[in-house]
Every structure is written in structure tokens, then in C-alpha cells.
């Protein structure tokens, strides 16, 4: 243990984490509000397409193959693709991450629809339930967990992607990750990493909670 | 438009295609880094994964892999992958080694996760009728498990080769070769066209290579699996 | 040919075993069904002698091999094993599946093929299925697959576990019915576990009745157990009307036929009433020569003779070989009250309830 931690302090100045403290937190704020804008917008836009989906199956087919498209491209190819026109800024960022979790969310969603058993909605349906009611009663409670965790998933890989756009200024803790790179200065780059998993995990978890929140009944498994 | 024009003059750059920093070195280099690392990757955690599967033994730890490499940023795994190269003294900046760790570590879970959820989604009673007849447990797992778990397995493979390539554009930031150089060094110039071309030699690629991988699964998948009633 | 001695399984941290202590012999030729219900120990004996599960005690030999002393994949290799869920390989076409131990055994592929056609055609079905996936194929088809694939090395004994139990009853009596003709056929000593008393006593040359764990209530032939059950638990699994479970496993041949009001075609009116009159019916059966061609009513008998007299044929004639109960069920549903025998069209005689009634009190 002590050979860890003595190897640890010589890849981690310690003092250089404190002096950096306002910058890293500034730096969470970044990766937060990217993470989060994306997530949220990518999540609208999920929603809105998935309605469109239920309303005409065939296409589901044709939305998936576009945004499997878009998840398909390298995010700095994206990013690169998108500067030309929107700039090193947020916006760029934003529109190429939200692009990445469409394909995710939406998979999702029609998933988590789709799922409920058969049964379930032809007895709702034999106790008089009207197809709205039973749409938001029946349909969207039972959903809810695959879409959790469907956001669940868009959400940890977007905190995954925001690292990257520290190539176009911006980063959050990729940031660090890029300067340690640039100036071999390994502390910046530990802490960018470390940072961004620990980010990553606890957004996970809180989501993992809520996942269980909203399905009591499938407490019992695993 | 400036950006089209930028553009336009890259394309016809002669530099551009010929010469050191050529379209089909950076091409060639980013395609083996990215076809070793997958197969090294597949070399490492295929037979774990078969025997886990078999045993009924891996589904927690393949979702554990899952959970844990989701977690960690690809940009975060080059970047410590470049720390551990340049530390141990094989050399870091502009050569591929970090990014050739860096792309196996990215594409082993992938490609063991979905082996082991192919081999565990044979159904039992085909597996009960194998062992009934005769076969050993190796003739089960070769003959039976393994054919049938070709197609997840191939999605496996197919989902790690395709992160591998789009992590391989990072390549750049750690001084390396490969398509993401054009994108890289575009921004440091302001060189629209550069930068453009760079997206799109990359997007292309990764789509080629995802349309081609579909088509390999295809081909792969034992007959019987795929005919319906 | 198969003998469990003393053979028990306990599983980890079950208080009780699943199999206590079962001796069973099984003869060469036989046809051994067990039976009990849920959680007697059935399949879990069945798939000890194959050991699919090992057996914690006891000892079992099949064909005079000691089963725990050779590698278990190789005492597969010489028993055929019919599952429930089929367990077809959905990768292989059917002719693959049929040869899967022939080629395990190293059998020349020419030899593994024509025995896979032979197979096809004695399970019933068509040779162009042979190239089909099993995916394209209906429950009974693949069932039937399931039969040639284990019938493929030609192993003396089969195990089969409920294999007609995931079919519709339909399908599951054209199974039972040709499976039995095959196994007489073939001399193949089989095991056969079911939870359905009736398909045990139709299949059944002996019947094992288990109780829970393992414990061999009655062993005997279906005619046995059905008129002499050892205890109240086998009466109880036997169900009620064991008379009538009984009566279909006679033949008609075995009971007592009376001629019945008969008279040739040949013969005159007067013949007729005088019958009717000797039996207290009024209809009689016309015969020419040896031959049944029908009956007539009393109010068909208008002419001296009985040339213009069309005979109607029986609603139902059964053979000597039909059970009792088919005659039971013709005599309790048809008109006149009895049953018609015949064989070939020759008149063999008829039977009444008395006659039937007697097969059973004896």
C-alpha cells in the first residue's frame, strides 16, 4: 500500500490540486451544464421523434438508421464537421452531443414502450380504460424503467464525450486531461481522468436510484 | 462560401496526397492500428469469455466490464495510456504505442461482454439434449455454443471495432499519425478545409466500416438461425 | 438390462433426497413407464441413468456396464435421450441432427446417411425435410426428429422424458400410438417418464408408480396395478374409473360374444319375427354366408321374403383387436345396445353390457 501511495505522490502534486481548487470546480460546472444540456435536449428531441415512431412504425427504421449515422461518426469528426460553421464554442459542443444520445434514447424509449407485455394492455383495455388513459396509467409507468436506463447510459457516455471537446476550448475535465498531455504534466491529466470516471459513476448511480424509485415492483430481481 | 473553398484547395493540394504526411499514410495508419488493436483485444478476453459462458459463471462480471468501461472516457484511457508509455520509457510522443494500448483496452469489453451473453443465450434444453447424446463439454461449447453465439458475437466485435477507429482519431492529441492529425492540425491553423477533411475522411471510414462489419455478420451466421415459419 | 441399485440423489442443503434408495430392474424389450407426481423423483431417476445428474448413492448398470465406471459422454453415446423441449440444434439441418452421434462415433458419412433416410421414413416423415432447418419445422415434426436423432446409433435403451408433452392432444395420440408400433418393431428397451397416468398405461408394459423421493409405491403391469393397487396412494394417482382405465387395455377377443339375432339373407320373414321374438327386439342383423351386411327393422319386413330389403349398415362395428372401451362407449351410444364385432367383414358376434360388465368383476 505504501509503494501505491508513494508512487501516487510523485505522480500527483497535491499542491498544485489545491492552489487549481476554484478552476476545478469551475471546470465540474462546465462538465455538468454540457452533460446536462445534451442529455436534456437530446432527451426532447428522443421524445418528440419516439412519438413520431409509435404514431408511424415504418419510421422507426429510417430514425435509427439516421441517428445510428450519427453515432457511427468519431465525436472529434463530428465536432470537426460542425466548427466550420458553429465555431470553437458551447454550441458546437452541445449540438454533437446531444446528436450522440438520440440513437441511445431513442432505442430506448420504443423499447421501454414496446415492452409492456400484451396482457397488461388488453386487460386495461378490457376494464375500460381509454387508449390515453392507459398510454400514460399503464404504458409510460411500466416504460419508465428502460428509458432510466436508456438515460442512464446516454448520460455516462456523454460525460465520456465532453472530455473531448476540450479540443475546441471547452472540456470540462478533459481540459486537464489535454494540458497534462501537452505540457507531460501528469498531475492535470490524473486528475482530468480520475475526475470524469468519478463524475461519470456518481451521475450513474443517482440514476440507478431513481431507475429503482419508479419500478417498486421490480425490486425482487436482481 | 470560404469554408467550401478552403476545402476545395485541400482537395487539390498536392501535399495533401502525396509526401510524408500523405492521405494514405495517416489512411494506412489509422486502419492497422485499428484492425490490430481489435484482434489483440479479441485474443485476450475470447477464451475467458467462452469459458465463462459456458460455465454460466460471467453475466456479473460482463456487466460489470460493461458499467466500468462505459465510465471511463476514451480521451482518459489514450491519455493514461500515453502517461504509462512515456513513463516506462518506450517512447510516447508520435508513436502509436499508447494509442495501440489505449484502442485494446477499448475494445476487449465489447467484444467480451457480447461473447459471453451469445454463449448463455443457447437455450438450455438444446445444451441438455447435446450433453444427453454424448458430446463433451468441448464438442457442446465448439460445436454447439459457439456457432450459436456467432451473431451476438460478431455485434461484439463489430460495436469495439467501430469505437476503435473513432478513438483512434484522438490519436493525434498524443502526437500521433491517423486521420484525426488533419483535424487536429486544422484548428491549430485555422485551415477550415483541413479540418473538413479530416471529419469526413474519418466519418466515412467509420461508416464503411460499420456497413462492412454488417455484411461480415451476416455472412457468419449459421443458416438455421436466421429462417423463420 | 438397466438395474438401479440402492440409487439415491441428495442435493446440497435439501433436508430430504430427491431419490431415496431406488432399486428397479428393467428387462431387455421392455417398456417402463415412470409416473408420479411433481417432485417423486421421475425425471431426476431418468436422467441418472444417463447421468445428466449423477446419482450421490447406489450403483446403476445398463446392459451389464457398470454407468458410473465409464466416462459419461461414452454411456451417452450408447443411449438414445428424448427430452420434453426437444432441444433440436437449430444451427444444424435436420439430416445433421439426425447423424450428430454417428458422427461422434466416427461412423463413415456414407453409412451416416443412408441410415438418416431410413431414419426419416421410419419416424414418418418426408425425405425432402432432410435439407430444412428446424426453425421451419412444426412441434410434432421436430418431435419426431427428436425420435430419429435418438433411434440414430441404434442404441438398445431410450430414455425419454414427457417427450409428447409440449404437442396438442391431437398430435400427442398420433405420437404415442406410432412410437409404441416402433418400439415393438424395434425391441428397443425403453424408459419413459410421464406425469399422465393414461399415456402411462397405453405405453406401459410396466408401469413404476413413485411417490415423493424416490419411493417405489408398485412396479406391475397396467392390468395389475389398475385392478389390484397396492395402497391408497396408487389409487389415488390411478384416478377414478378404473374400471373403465382397465377396460381399454382389454381386447374385445377376451370377452364372451353371443351370437345375437341373426339370420341369413336367405331366409324368410317368418325367420325374422320368430328371432326377434327369441331375443325381445325387433330387428335383426342379416348375414350372407359369414359375412355381416347390415340390419333391418320390424318395419322394414314387408314382403314374405327378404329380397326387396335393403340391410342398413351398424352406426359401429368394431375388430376383435378394439379395447372394451370402444365397445362400452358403441354400446352406451348406439340404439339397439350392443356392440357389432367383425373382422375383415366376416361376423365374429356381438357383445352386450352384461358381456362387458363381466371382463371387469372378475
Given amino acids: 500500500m505504501n509503494l501505491v501511495l508513494g508512487q501516487a505522490d510523485q505522480l500527483i502534486d497535491w499542491a498544485w490540486v489545491e492552489r487549481n481548487m476554484s478552476q476545478i470546480i469551475d471546470r465540474t460546472w462546465e462538465h455538468l451544464t454540457l452533460t446536462g444540456v445534451s442529455v436534456g435536449i437530446g432527451l426532447v428531441l428522443s421524445i418528440a421523434l419516439t412519438v413520431v415512431v409509435l404514431r408511424w412504425r415504418w419510421t422507426y427504421a429510417a430514425i435509427t438508421g439516421f441517428t445510428g449515422l450519427l453515432y457511427t461518426i468519431p465525436s472529434l469528426a463530428l465536432f470537426a464537421l460542425l466548427v466550420p460553421f458553429t465555431g470553437l464554442s458551447a454550441t458546437t459542443a452541445i449540438i454533437a452531443l446531444t446528436s450522440y444520445t438520440l440513437l441511445i434514447l431513442i432505442r430506448n424509449i420504443v423499447a421501454g414502450i414496446d415492452g409492456v407485455p400484451a396482457a397488461v394492455k388488453e386487460a386495461a383495455d378490457g376494464m375500460g380504460y381509454t387508449p390515453r388513459a392507459r398510454f400514460w396509467r399503464m404504458e409510460v409507468p411500466l416504460a419508465l424503467p428502460v428509458i432510466v436506463a436508456g438515460i442512464r447510459i446516454a448520460t455516462v457516455t456523454t460525460v465520456g464525450l465532453v472530455t473531448v471537446t476540450a479540443v475546441i476550448g471547452l472540456g470540462g475535465y478533459g481540459f486537464f486531461i489535454l494540458r497534462g498531455l501537452n505540457t507531460f504534466f501528469w498531475t492535470q491529466l490524473i486528475v482530468g481522468v480520475v475526475l470524469s470516471v468519478v463524475l461519470a459513476t456518481i451521475l450513474d448511480l443517482i440514476l440507478i436510484g431513481l431507475q429503482r424509485v419508479l419500478s417498486p415492483w421490480a425490486r425482487g430481481k436482481v | 462560401m470560404r469554408i467550401w473553398d478552403q476545402f476545395v484547395e485541400y482537395l487539390s493540394d498536392p501535399a495533401t496526397w502525396t509526401g510524408p504526411g500523405s492521405f494514405w499514410t495517416r489512411l494506412y495508419d489509422h486502419v492497422w492500428v485499428s484492425v490490430t488493436a481489435t484482434i489483440i483485444g479479441f485474443l485476450l478476453v475470447f477464451p475467458l469469455a467462452l469459458y465463462l459462458g459456458h460455465i454460466r459463471r460471467g453475466s456479473q462480471a460482463a456487466t460489470a466490464v460493461v458499467n466500468i468501461g462505459r465510465a471511463i472516457p476514451s480521451f482518459g484511457i489514450l491519455a493514461i495510456a500515453f502517461l504509462i508509455i512515456v513513463e516506462v520509457g518506450i517512447g510516447g510522443v508520435r508513436t502509436p504505442w499508447s494509442v495501440l494500448i489505449a484502442l485494446i483496452a477499448l475494445a476487449a469489453p465489447p467484444i467480451f461482454t457480447n461473447t459471453i451473453a451469445g454463449i448463455q443465450s443457447v437455450q438450455p434444453a438444446t445444451i441438455e439434449a447435446a450433453r444427453g447424446m454424448g458430446l463433451t463439454e468441448r464438442e457442446v461449447l465448439m460445436d454447439i455454443e459457439l456457432p450459436m453465439a456467432m451473431p451476438l458475437l460478431m455485434e461484439g466485435v463489430r460495436i469495439a471495432f467501430v469505437q476503435v477507429i473513432a478513438t483512434a482519431t484522438l490519436g493525434a492529441l498524443v502526437a500521433w499519425g491517423g486521420l484525426g492529425r488533419y483535424i487536429i492540425d486544422g484548428f491549430a491553423v485555422r485551415d477550415n478545409g483541413e479540418i473538413l477533411f479530416g471529419a469526413l475522411a474519418v466519418g466515412l471510414l467509420a461508416i464503411v466500416a460499420e456497413a462492412a462489419f454488417s455484411k461480415i455478420q451476416r455472412a457468419v451466421t449459421p443458416k438455421g438461425l436466421k429462417v423463420v415459419r | ?362
Fill in chain 3, 1 to 362: 438390462m438397466i438395474r438401479l441399485d440402492g440409487v439415491s440423489k441428495h442435493y446440497p442443503g435439501a433436508v430430504l433426497p430427491a431419490v431415496d434408495r431406488l432399486t428397479l430392474d428393467v428387462m431387455r424389450g421392455e417398456f417402463v413407464t415412470l409416473v408420479g407426481p411433481s417432485g417423486c423423483g421421475k425425471t431426476t431417476t431418468l436422467k441418472m441413468i444417463n447421468r445428466i445428474i449423477e446419482p450421490t448413492g447406489g450403483s446403476i448398470f445398463v446392459d451389464g456396464v457398470d454407468a458410473l465406471s465409464v466416462p459419461a459422454h461414452q454411456l451417452r453415446r450408447s443411449i438414445g435421450y428424448v427430452i420434453q423441449q426437444i432441444g433440436l440444434f437449430p444451427h444444424r439441418t435436420i439430416a445433421q441432427n439426425i447423424g450428430t452421434v454417428p458422427g461422434l462415433l466416427g461412423w463413415d458419412p456414407a453409412r451416416t446417411r443412408d441410415r438418416t433416410a431410413e431414419l426419416i421414413d421410419v419416424v414418418g416423415l418426408e425425405s425432402e425435410m432432410l435439407d430444412r432447418y428446424p426453425a421451419e419445422l412444426s412441434g410434432g415434426q421436430q418431435q419426431r426428429v427428436g425420435v430419429a436423432r435418438a433411434l440414430a446409433a441404434d442404441p438398445p435403451v431410450l430414455l425419454m422424458d414427457e417427450p409428447f408433452g409440449a404437442v396438442d392432444p391431437i398430435v400427442r395420440g398420433h405420437l404415442q400410438r406410432e412410437f409404441l408400433d416402433l418400439q415393438r418393431k424395434l425391441g428397443k428397451t425403453v424408459v419413459f417418464v410421464t406425469h399422465d397416468i393414461d399415456e402411462a398405461i397405453f405405453l406401459g408394459t410396466r408401469i413404476a408408480m413413485l411417490n415423493t423421493g424416490g419411493i417405489l409405491e408398485q412396479y406391475d403391469t397396467p392390468e395389475a396395478i389398475l385392478s389390484e393397487p397396492a395402497n391408497q396412494f396408487v389409487e389415488d394417482f390411478l384416478g377414478g374409473e378404473r374400471g373403465l382405465k382397465r377396460l381399454a387395455l382389454l381386447p374385445i377377443s377376451s370377452a364372451e360374444m353371443v351370437r345375437g339375432p341373426m339370420i341369413d339373407r336367405t331366409g324368410t320373414r317368418t325367420d325374422a319375427e320368430r328371432t326377434m321374438a327369441e331375443h325381445g327386439v325387433d330387428w335383426v342383423g342379416i348375414l350372407d354366408g359369414k359375412m355381416l351386411l347390415g340390419w333391418v327393422d320390424r318395419r322394414d319386413l314387408v314382403s314374405p321374403d327378404l329380397n326387396g330389403v335393403e340391410p342398413r349398415p351398424f352406426a359401429v362395428s368394431l375388430s376383435p383387436s378394439s379395447s372394451l372401451r370402444e365397445a362400452l362407449d358403441a354400446v352406451v351410444t348406439g340404439h339397439a345396445r350392443i356392440a357389432v364385432v367383425v373382422e375383415d367383414g366376416a361376423y365374429k358376434g356381438m357383445l352386450d353390457l352384461d358381456g362387458i360388465a363381466e371382463e371387469i368383476t372378475e
